[in-house]
């Protein structure tokens, strides 16, 4: 950077400053960054966080910057290329559950990623939108305006779907409606062009034990089975990150800065009005500041949102105090209603299975060498399918699983709200969770409610996660510096409705895999199952011993719900007790939604764009 560019910010001249940008929008340097001012500052540069930054920025007189705490990604085959996934180097380091009481007080490693596009540059590549009852229960928790009609315009303006060759998708089952897709937007997104042999037996498995084949699952239900839409740009065969969605595709734009490998610390407040962030060196290095003239957005994440309220003097009274931090707003919901899907993975083995199946990458070299030159010379491949995934999924209502008891429904009505979460909890965090708990056992009982999923790799192995948890987890900060990471208190499974839910989901999965079209292959339950696993009780104690806390799923923890009911943000996003401050990302999502949460970060993050540019009037 020029002197000329650090005087004239140093002196405060806003109004030059459009002209002194850095003339396209490139990833900016801590010292160019230094002293200036933005019309707003984004924090977090993930989903959530540059679909803000992308919709901003259509307007010229618009500056916008995000800071991030991770890297560019180098466009390296483990993020671009589905059939050689690869998330490891990007993921967020030190993060580690507290114990986990109901799990035999084992900890786990967390997975979010620090990278920009965050969790879209390593994700699974999932894109699966939440349901029409999804979105009822986020109304009813008193947010007007975010039903399946006000959100079905903004999953169709941030997307851009190809439908997958015809004859490929009739002989593999994949549906779709076309209404319900968006055709204009830069989320380039479609399905696999390849598909594992073996793929067939487990859709029929489904359908002997009667399950329906859904005609779309972004259409508003989704219970039954189908075929994963993924971020595959046709054109390329590529991932299709936020960070290409929103950034590359708009890097023109001088207006649009992202400064990466930053963390911010903490949101500044002039009163109760937020200013501007306190920001340093991922790496180490000393503290800067930068200004907001009109917002700061929230969008770090399901761990990171709630960490920097706290920080900033926005959170749980007590909790501040405790750590000495001045009380900026008293919010007792910030890093409360935490959730995930917790998951555990059941092994088979099979004397007759079929080749070649998602195992077949690692272990046969022939092959991946042939499939890996059918990729790059544009041909259907294994390689556009997710490295050791399959294709499909099977959503299962309550009414769908095995011999699950109606006693299940009864004990989660008469149970008391306060006694499932953490002791002294606050009294409008107790109210609001009482009125989810009302919404999850009506969608118990609602057979177009997924409440668990289940999906088998075509090799050696199945997925079973809960959709739609019971259990409310906690974050909180342990100390004022950002490096030291908060708690993450998960509460996986305290409440005692899920382990049931899940037994009869793997219930559910041992009847599709006993029938004669998984018999076939030769199936032999492994572990953690196996057949001396039969009572309820074995169920529960192969659970407590092998779920996993997280599907990397996290969400919830600064919820959108009325104050009086332990929330976070009002229907437009802006935090509760104070000014100039948003919050764009999944911890927003009041209750965990029946799909991957990605198709609806996407969209929430698209609709609150619309409201910011409604309120500044903004081109
Ligand atoms: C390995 C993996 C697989 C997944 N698979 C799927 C899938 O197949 N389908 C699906 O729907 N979902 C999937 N998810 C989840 C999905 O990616 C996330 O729900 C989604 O990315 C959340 O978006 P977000 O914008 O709210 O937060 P994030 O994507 O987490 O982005 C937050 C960003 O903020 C940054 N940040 C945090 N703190 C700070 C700070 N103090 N200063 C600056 N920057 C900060 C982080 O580095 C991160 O880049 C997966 C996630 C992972 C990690
Ligand atoms: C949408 O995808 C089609 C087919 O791949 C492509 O031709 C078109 O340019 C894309 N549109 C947008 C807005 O990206
Ligand atoms: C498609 O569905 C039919 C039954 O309708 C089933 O026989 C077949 O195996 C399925 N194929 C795949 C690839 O799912
Ligand atoms: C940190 O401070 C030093 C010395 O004042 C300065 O040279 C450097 O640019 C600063 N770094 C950042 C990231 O602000
Ligand atoms: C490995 O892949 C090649 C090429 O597809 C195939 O001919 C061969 O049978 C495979 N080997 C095994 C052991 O599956
Ligand atoms: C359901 O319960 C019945 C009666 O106890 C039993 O015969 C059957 O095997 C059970 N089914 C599953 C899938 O557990
Ligand atoms: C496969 O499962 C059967 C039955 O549980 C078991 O006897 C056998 O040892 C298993 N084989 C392998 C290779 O794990």
Known sequence: MTKLWTLLLLYGLSLVEARVLPSHASPVSARAVQSANYDFVIVGGGPSGLVLADRLTEDPKVTVLVIEAGPFDQGEDGVRVPGAWNPVPYFWPGLVTEPLTALNGRAEQVVVGKVVGGGTTINAMNILRATTADFAAWVSLGNGGWGWNDMLPFFKKGENFTAPDPAFAASNNISWDDSVRGHGGPLQYSYSNYNYPGSGQWWSAGLSVGLKPVHDPSSGVNTGLFWVPTVLDTKTQTRCSARVAHYDSVKTRPNYHVLAEHQVAKVLFKGTRATGVQYLGSSGGNTSTVFASKEVILAAGALHTPQILQLSGVGPEKLLKSLGIPVVAKLPGVGTNFQDHASIVVQYNFSNIITPNAGSLATNATYAAEQRA???????????????????????????????????????KTRDAAASLPADE?????????????????????????????????????????????????????????????????????????????????????????????????????????????????????????????????CCSAPMMPLKMGGVVDPKHNVYGVTGLRIADV????MAVSGGPTANVYAVAEKVADIVKKTYKLA
């Open 374 to 412: 059918l990729y790059d010379s544009h041909q259907p491949s294994a390689f556009t399918v997710v490295r050791g995934l399959g294709s499909t999924f099977g959503a299962l209502s309550f009414k769908d699983l095995a011999n699950a008891s109606a006693s299940i429904i009864s004990n989660a």
């Open 426 to 554: 606050d009294r409008t965090v107790v109210a609001g969770y009482k009125a989810q708990r009302e919404i999850l056992v009506q969608q118990l009982q609602n057979p177009d409610m997924a409440v668990s999923v289940t999906a088998w790799d075509t090799f050696s192995s199945v997925m079973v996660a809960v959709l739609k948890p019971f259990s409310r987890g906690k974050i909180t900060i342990k100390s004022t510096d950002v490096r030291v990471e908060p708690k993450l208190d998960y509460r996986t499974a305290t409440d005692p409705s899920d382990l049931p839910i899940l037994t009869a989901t793997l219930r559910k999965l041992r009847q599709i895999m006993s029938a004669p079209a998984m018999a076939a292959l030769g199936t032999n339950e492994a572990a953690p199952l196996g057949a001396h696993v039969q009572s309820d009780e074995d169920f529960e104690t192969v659970l407590r011993a092998s779920l996993g806390a997280s599907s990397a799923h996290q």
């Open 587 to 590: 911890s927003t999502f009041p």
